[in-house]
């Protein structure tokens, strides 16, 4: 799963939804202040290699284009992210790479 970012045109968008094992953020454009500030209220800061992303904005950005299993791999996924302390304090927003 990856979330692509373009910070100069203040773009989001999911790519490769039903890819459970990876997630990560393709930014181009600007570093991860200037993605937070793309992503608005589906984002925060983390560091400068990493940027939080609502849960809730990644299943918004899937609906309509995911079959009925997707939330599934979804929740073990985000499961997951929770196991290796990937997920913030109120566990609604996961943590990304950004590249």
Same mark, same amino acid.
């Given at each position: 799963?990856i979330?692509t970012v373009?910070?100069?045109?203040g773009?989001?968008?999911?790519e490769?939804?039903?890819?459970?094992?990876?997630?990560?953020v393709a &930014?181009? @454009?600007?570093?991860?202040?200037?993605?937070v500030?793309?992503? /608005?209220?589906?984002g925060k800061? =983390?560091?400068?290699?990493?940027?939080?992303?609502?849960?809730e904005?990644i299943?918004?950005? &899937?609906r @309509?284009?995911v079959?009925d299993?997707w939330e599934?791999?979804? /929740?073990k996924?985000v499961?997951y =992210?929770?196991?290796?302390?990937?997920?913030?304090e109120a566990?609604?927003h996961i943590?990304?790479?950004l590249?």
């Amino acid at each position: 799963m990856i979330i692509t970012v373009d910070c100069a045109a203040g773009r989001v968008s999911l790519e490769q939804p039903d890819v459970f094992t990876q997630f990560h953020v393709a &930014a181009t @454009g600007g570093d991860a202040a200037a993605v937070v500030a793309a992503l /608005g209220a589906d984002g925060k800061a =983390a560091d400068d290699e990493h940027v939080f992303v609502a849960v809730e904005s990644i299943r918004a950005w &899937a609906r @309509g284009r995911v079959g009925d299993d997707w939330e599934v791999g979804f /929740g073990k996924m985000v499961d997951y =992210a929770r196991s290796k302390g990937w997920l913030d304090e109120a566990g609604t927003h996961i943590r990304a790479h950004l590249e």
